[in-house]
């Protein structure tokens, strides 16, 4: 008989929103801050391990699309 594994849980980490704390909504144009919630692929990282608030996850990832398709951020990760 098998036995069974234990999943491996990811620390969730639980601080205060950036944007919250530094009393800004995430805009487009701020291509450095937006980087910092994608990952090396470009995916945009999930509210459970970045500590964004909901409201705020929902404007930065509005955010990362419009300025995805403005070509301020890339779509994939290139092959270089």
Do not use: W
């Amino acid at each position: 008989m098998a036995k069974k594994r234990k999943k491996i849980r990811k620390p969730k980490i639980k601080e205060q929103c950036y944007f919250c704390k530094e009393k800004k909504d995430p805009s487009f144009s701020d291509v450095q801050i937006l980087k910092r919630y994608l990952t090396e692929r470009n995916k945009i990282i999930p509210r459970s391990r970045t500590g964004v608030c909901a409201g705020h996850q929902k404007d930065l990832s509005r955010s990362i699309k419009y300025a995805r398709h403005l070509a301020l951020l890339p779509f994939t990760a290139g092959e270089n």
